[in-house]
């Protein structure tokens, strides 16, 4: 089985902190993505990364960077954490399938607050 | 741009009640559309990858179904632990490498003994 797991189930931060979220993956995958989910919102792509030391900007990159220095870890950086950040943020990775689909295998979340 | 909506927002059953939840989409050139299951506080699993109008998917009581414009997740004989947000995404061919998915809103569904 896939599995993809997060550093933090919960985290709390205050509002100009420095934030690390990471992700690792034990499946050799090469493509891994954060989304965040708000209510009402749904899930939003943040970033993404197709190979080690490759980075895409999703549909939100605004206030994120990304790191991926290793195949397996992805991590989320948010440089300056403001409270409009607060949300559960969602890592996910894939590989091609067959049929070149790329269905993305989630892990259990961290949910971020920010005060 | 990618669109996808789900309809109902949310929907309440009767344990054997058969329902469909509906996923309609907009997106230039499908490369996939996927189904997830999302519990409470938990991350979404994966349930269904369909590819092409007409092709369909089975897992015990759902099954998922696909045209040019929307997709049904048909529910058979549901029992309370089907209970979850259901999610459906696509994605679209960008000219190879990843890509994210475009998530629907999600269709909360409760199942009642």
């Known amino acids: 089985d896939v599995k993809v797991t997060q550093s933090s189930r919960y985290l709390v931060k205050r509002t100009g902190e420095k934030v690390f979220l990471e992700c690792v993956q034990d499946?050799?995958?090469?493509?891994m993505f954060w989304y965040r989910q708000d209510p009402g919102l749904g899930l939003r792509l943040i970033y993404f990364?197709?190979?080690?030391?490759?980075?895409e900007k999703g549909d939100i990159p605004e206030g994120y960077s990304v790191s991926r220095e290793k195949k397996e870890r992805f991590s989320l950086i948010l440089e300056s954490a403001s409270t409009n950040q607060t949300s559960m943020y969602l890592c996910?990775?894939?590989?091609?399938?067959?049929?070149?689909?790329?269905?993305?295998?989630f892990g259990p979340g961290t949910r971020l607050t920010v005060t | 741009e990618d669109q996808v909506t789900q309809s109902p927002e949310a929907l309440r059953l009767q344990e054997g009640e058969s329902s469909s939840l509906n996923c309609s989409y907009t997106?230039?050139?499908?490369?996939?559309l996927f189904w997830y299951r999302q519990d409470p506080g938990k991350g979404p699993e994966f349930l269904f990858t369909?590819?092409?109008a007409g092709e369909e998917k089975e897992k015990e009581r759902l099954k998922a179904t696909l045209t040019k414009k929307e997709s049904f997740l048909h529910i058979t004989a549901p029992k309370p632990e089907d209970s979850a947000t259901y999610l459906c995404?696509?994605?679209?061919?960008?000219?190879?490498?990843?890509?994210?998915?475009?998530f629907g809103k999600g269709t909360h569904l409760i199942i009642q003994p």
């Open positions: 997106v230039s050139g499908l490369r996939g």
């Open positions: 990364s197709y190979d080690v030391k490759m980075k």
């Open positions: 996910a990775s894939s590989s091609p399938g067959d049929r070149g689909s790329h269905e993305q295998y």
């Open positions: 499946m050799d995958h090469e493509n």
């Open positions: 995404a696509v994605q679209a061919y960008r000219g190879g490498g990843a890509d994210g998915l475009t």
């Open positions: 369909l590819y092409s």
